[in-house]
């Protein structure tokens, strides 16, 4: 902390910097957002379709976390916050991943899901 | 069950009681059934009449039910978790005495105690209770009531939602209790697998009972790991670095991230199974695109990592006492806290061993099998460390001594049948028979509950002033190891010989010696029961002998070890400052530990409030509504509930204050208590000589 | 930002004594919750993940069948502008705003997430028109689960944030109420994080 706990509000203190984290925050989210609509509704291959949607969505959520949630990501003492969310995330990815993981594997050895999945494949 | 459903009273009717069936058909299983639920009643009523006529009520409302301090809410914790394992022992014990009476002959396949539906229910309640009702309130009772004073803290982060969780735990309890009288439990154990329990084959109350305790309760435990996980991250002494923390906030530590984790896919996968059973989704039926292995996977997913929830707080406990009564500093710190950090981590990617044989390819079994060999490596580290604290220390045969040695034994050879299990081609075997049975229950009795056991009797002096009668202790502990051996090792046997667990009759008799050593277990670990309450109501009768006012009976190193006996709501009279890792054996090696603080100043202790009870009350309405489909009562409890969060949030609350006189009067008085007397030698710690205050020169730790 | 932060979301800064400090280990604790929280839609994604094919589907209506492009991105519109208009509350807690800025700015976040309900449930209606009901089918149940829940969820912020301006209304902006302001801004936040993996999973991959 680079100033004292004084109870009193500095008057030097102005909303700029936050106003501008929000702002720039709130624009790069919506940019992102009609970015993975655009992808989703382009004529590109299936395979990259969902590649930029999910790239919209992390990088969405990293904007969110920084400007919003503000967890910075360089030090300081919200590490602790941080660490909590790659901690959580790291659980997320075992935990969805590995449910992924298991039941595809479940369902690929029950059903010919490959072939079924032709049948209604759209368009 | 009524056909159709009373807009008053939903599914409740007179004819859910055990009383009706032994109406119906006296035998054997009805008379078990009507006894248990008489067994309840009477209970309640002998509590009522006790708690009247000796004018206690006002007493256990004001000084516990409303208490927000967390020692007060770990005992209760464990008050209810000893209630809960006199239930799950006896039960244990009638399934023994089943099977010992269960050999059917191919003329008559039935055959046994009780009947097969009733068999059913009480292998589903017994793991039901023991998981989340005995084991999960042992050791959420003990770090609350340890984790503070070990780490120097006032209380928890957030003391009124430890009361809320402590409340809700409690309705999950009563849930099940309440199940031995009005309708029945569950009958598909304690996991409660789709599409068994589904709406199609499980028609009733039974599931919903198991449901909705283990989604209330379920709650309270991710609002606990929670508060556990914020108390050690932000509420420390200063000076408590995390490298200086006690092993058993380690422990807790991993504990409280695996609660928080964890118990969401608990929630989710019970929360699926009620939307299945209550609005007729199709997350794990047969039909319409349901998935029933969906379920199992996400249960384990919570399942596994439970396991370790229960067992790390024991080894937190293991690892406090074989220091202190070894009279020597615990060998390997560093490497016990990474061992426990990897275990809660490993923990996670393991939960398909629960379902091996569910068909999936070999790849994805091998890989989880790799993972599950690997997790026994932390723990092995952890033993011999141990053993190492151990080694050449002064070791005081205590009871938790004979806990830890049972431990060491039995704990070994259940870890070693588990890595046998972690083998997918030996699973296919031995998977669904006995043999899994012994193993599971080879490592949560000797971890868990010698663990918790042995903690519970190292630390109840601080909690009640006086020690637990060694020589009853000692007791109660080799029953416990000695029922266990006899219990389980013939499950082992058993399965190997191809006894499918749960089975409620058999008809090879080949079986029977091995069910009767097993019945003689199972009276072994009456009796320890037994012994237990005898050791609590002897301590008590000996109070005045086994008191000791000065706190330290056992010439402990950590920083609870500090206060008086019984400790004072406040716990320090003034937040200590921590200069090394043990920091009260660091004091007592410096030369006179017991200094009285420089100065003492107002202590702000939080308010008492019945803010937990009204929730309580207003889960417990829900939970017991929408089991019996009563959906008004359902409807206002679930309101209740944010209702009561906001009115309180609209009052201002201000802390209760404890005058700094107040605490130094008391301060002074324990400082001049502990220079009066003669300090306890090691040889004599059993003895009355022990006061609290032990001899100095002796610490070696 | 010149300080460092305390805890998630915006921090009410040195200039708040006490609340600040307090903030710090109650909004914490709050966000361990939700972390918890996150678990839960975690493991519902990927429920929806794996009951999204022809068996989960099980004949029943699918995702090209009931998915409407524009509501949803009208439905990420409102939460997005209301994510950023609670910035504006929190901006008015910390620089002392006063209480009728702060209650307008909380008003205008309840009404943005009434329209993100109001669509929400537009589509659920038409959705079950088109028999795309939960009953249909297991892709469907885990479909209104996942999409149900976090509507749940804007519901129950909804009520918070009028439980807040009771609060204001009856209290004033005390230290209490300024860092249940900041959890309630770590939820706010949170719903929208939640809403993006749910755009662009449930929504956008399948209709890709």
């Known amino acids: 902390m680079t100033k004292p706990n004084t109870g009193e509000l500095d008057p030097q203190d102005s909303a700029g910097s ?60 919200s590490r602790e916050d941080l660490l909590l969310v790659l901690f959580s995330a790291t659980l997320l990815v075992i935990m969805a991943g590995g449910t992924w993981y298991i039941m595809s594997d479940l369902s690929g050895r029950m059903h010919d899901t490959d072939a079924a999945m032709h049948e209604v494949q759209p368009r | 069950m009524s056909q159709q459903t009373s807009p008053i009273f939903g599914n ?82 009638v399934m023994r005495a089943h099977q010992a009476t269960a050999l059917g002959t191919l003329a008559q396949q039935e055959s046994g105690l009780v009947a097969p539906d009733h068999f059913a229910q009480l292998f589903s309640t017994h793991g039901t209770i023991m998981i989340f009702f005995v084991a999960m309130p042992l050791l959420i009772g003990l770090i609350n009531f340890v984790l503070p004073q070990q780490l ?93 923390m006690p092993l058993f906030c380690w422990t807790s530590l991993c504990v409280a991230i695996m609660l928080i984790y964890a118990m969401p896919a608990l929630t989710v996968s019970s929360a699926m199974l009620a939307l299945d059973r209550y609005a007729d989704f199709h997350f794990f039926t047969n039909d319409a695109g349901g998935n029933m292995m969906n379920y199992a996977n996400i249960f384990w997913m919570f399942g596994h990592p439970e396991v370790y929830i229960l067992i790390l707080p024991a080894f937190g406990v293991f690892s406090e006492i074989s220091s202190t009564y070894s009279g020597k500093r615990l060998y390997g710190y560093t490497s016990l806290v990474i061992a426990s950090m990897s275990i809660a981590v490993i923990s996670f990617t393991v939960w398909l061993h629960h379902f091996f044989t569910m068909g999936q390819s070999a790849g994805v079994n091998i890989a ?111 029953l416990f190891v000695g029922g266990f051996v006899f219990t389980f090792m013939p499950l082992y046997v058993l399965g190997l010989m191809g006894m499918p667990r749960r089975s409620p009759t058999f008809q090879n008799p080949d079986f029977m010696p091995w069910m009767y050593i097993a019945a003689f277990g199972g009276v072994l670990m009456l009796c320890a029961l037994a012994s237990l309450a005898w050791t609590f109501w002897t301590s008590y009768r000996n109070r005045d002998a086994l008191a000791v006012p000065g706190g330290d009976p056992w010439n402990g190193s950590t920083l609870e070890w500090s206060t008086p006996a019984p400790v004072p709501e406040w716990t320090f009279p003034r937040i200590p400052h921590v200069t090394a890792r043990d920091d009260w054996g660091e004091c007592k090696r410096a030369g006179d530990p017991w200094r009285a603080p420089d100065e003492y100043r107002d202590i702000e202790m939080p308010a008492n409030t019945a803010h937990g009870l009204l929730i309580a009350g207003a889960s417990f309405g829900l939970g017991f509504a929408m089991v019996w489909h009563i959906w008004w009562l359902a409807v206002l ?36 208590q502990v220079a009066s007397f003669a300090p306890a030698t090691r040889a004599d710690e059993e003895t009355e000589r022990n006061r609290g205050v032990p001899d100095l020169s002796e610490f070696a730790g | 930002m010149s300080e460092t932060n305390l805890y998630p979301g915006l921090n009410l800064g040195d200039g708040h004594g006490e609340a600040h400090d307090q903030a710090e280990t109650t909004v914490f604790g709050f966000w361990v919750f939700l972390m918890s929280d996150l678990i839960i839609f975690g493991i519902l994604f990927a429920s929806y993940a794996s009951y999204l094919d022809p068996i989960g589907m099980a004949g029943g209506p699918g995702p090209q069948d009931l998915f409407d492009f524009k509501s949803v991105a009208i439905q990420t519109a409102f939460l997005l502008v209301g994510g950023a208009a609670y910035g504006d509350v929190s901006l008015a807690v910390k620089y002392d705003q006063g209480r ?59 009520l918070w944030i009028f439980a807040m301006i009771a609060q204001i209304a009856t209290r004033g902006l005390d230290g209490v109420v300024k860092v249940r ?28």
């Not at chain 2, 697998?193 to 039974?206: R, W």
């Not at chain 3, 719903?191 to 993996?197: A, C, E, K, P, S």
């Open chain 1, 18 to 77: 936050e106003i501008k984290s929000y702002t720039i925050g709130f624009t790069a989210s919506l940019f992102l957002t009609v970015g993975a609509f655009a992808a989703a509704m382009s004529d590109l291959p299936l395979r990259w379709k969902i590649a930029c949607i999910c790239a919209a969505a992390i990088l969405q959520i990293v904007v969110h976390m920084r400007n919003f949630l503000h967890l910075s990501f360089s030090g300081g003492q």
């Open chain 2, 12 to 93: 409740l009717d007179w004819s859910v009681t055990p009383y009706t069936d032994l109406l119906r058909d006296v035998n054997s299983s009805t008379i078990v059934g009507a006894g248990a639920a008489s067994v309840l009643v009477l209970g309640a009523l002998f509590g009522i009449v006790l708690l009247t006529w000796m004018r206690w009520w006002g007493p256990l409302y004001r000084n516990w039910l409303t208490s927000a301090d967390a020692k007060k809410i770990g005992i209760m914790y464990i008050a209810l978790a000893l209630v809960m394992l006199a239930r799950g022992i006896i039960e244990g014990f």
């Open chain 2, 152 to 244: 120097g803290a006032r209380d928890m982060a957030f003391p009124v939602l430890n009361q809320v969780s402590l409340g809700l735990t409690a309705v999950g309890a009563a849930l099940v209790m309440i199940s031995l009288l009005i309708g029945k439990f569950g009958t598909g154990g304690w996991t409660m697998y789709p599409p068994y329990t589904g709406l199609d084959f499980s028609p009733g109350e039974g599931v919903d009972y198991w449901l909705w305790a283990i989604l209330i309760s379920g709650m309270g435990s991710t609002l606990t790991g929670m508060n556990f996980a914020v108390t050690i991250f932000k509420s420390r002494a200063p000076g408590m670095h995390f490298m200086r």
């Open chain 2, 368 to 478: 989880f099998g790799i993972a599950t060999m690997i997790i026994g490596i932390p723990t092995g580290v952890k033993i011999y460390d141990w053993m190492a604290t151990m080694w050449r220390g002064r070791i005081r045969v205590t009871a938790p001594i004979v806990y830890l040695t049972g431990f060491f034994l039995l704990f070994v050879i259940g870890g070693l049948s588990g890595i046998i299990l972690a083998n997918p081609s030996i699973d296919y075997q031995v998977h669904n028979s006995t043999f899994l049975v012994a193993h599971f229950h080879n490592v949560i009795i000797p971890g868990v509950l010698y663990g918790m056991l042995a903690g519970i009797h190292y630390w109840f002096p601080k909690a009640f002033g006086f020690r637990l009668s060694e020589r009853w202790g000692r007791r109660t502990a080799f």
């Open chain 2, 637 to 672: 409890s679930f309101l209740a509930i944010p209702a009561i969060v906001a009115l309180r949030a609209m009052r201002v609350i201000e802390p209760r204050i404890v005058k700094a006189a107040e605490v130094e009067l008391a301060d002074r008085r324990f400082r001049q």
């Open chain 3, 100 to 158: 009728g800025k702060v209650a307008a700015w909380l008003l205008l976040c309840a009404a943005l997430g009434a329209g993100f309900l109001f669509f929400e449930v537009k589509d659920f209606i038409t959705q079950a028109g088109k028999g795309g009901t939960p009953q249909v089918s297991g892709w469907l149940s885990s479909y209104w689960t996942l999409v149900g829940l976090h509507g749940v969820h804007v519901l129950s912020g909804i």
């Open chain 3, 181 to 208: 302001l900041s959890m309630l801004g770590v939820f706010w936040h949170f719903l929208d994080l939640i809403w993006v993996g749910i755009f662009s999973l449930v929504f956008l991959v399948p209709l890709a």
